[in-house]
């Protein structure tokens, strides 16, 4: 379960990464703020929420490299940033990272209720 909310605690980062480069372009940057504020709280909270069950550094890694690889894409598809050979390698890169510490995570450290 804990592992469920960490998945959700990393959409919203890149909900509210999103958001604040959106904030930048958008007629009504109060709106789009508030709703960014609004998933950065999620975030947190689905975070703490995970930690219950997962060590800290496995959970911090897989939060900010899941939020880095949706934050890219989005970045690269939505708003036309470079996509070049290297910079998807280390997309990859990261990706194998998340993977590795899924994988060598072990047992949850505790249950949630």
Do not use: D
Request: charged share 5%; glycine share 14%.
């Amino acid at each position: 379960m804990s592992w469920l909310y960490l998945l959700g605690a990393a959409f919203f980062e890149i909900v509210w990464a999103f958001g604040l480069k959106f904030a930048g372009t958008h007629a009504r940057p109060n709106i789009v703020l508030a709703g960014t504020f609004a998933a950065y709280v999620v975030s947190f909270l689905m975070l703490a929420i995970a930690l219950r069950g997962l060590p800290l550094g496995t959970a911090y890694a897989v939060w900010t490299g899941i939020g880095t690889l949706g934050a890219t894409v989005i970045g690269i598809m939505l708003f036309g940033e470079s996509a070049t050979p290297a910079r998807v390698v280390c997309i990859g890169l990261i990706v194998l990272g998340i993977a590795g510490l899924k994988v060598t995570s072990g047992v949850e450290v505790t249950t949630l209720p």
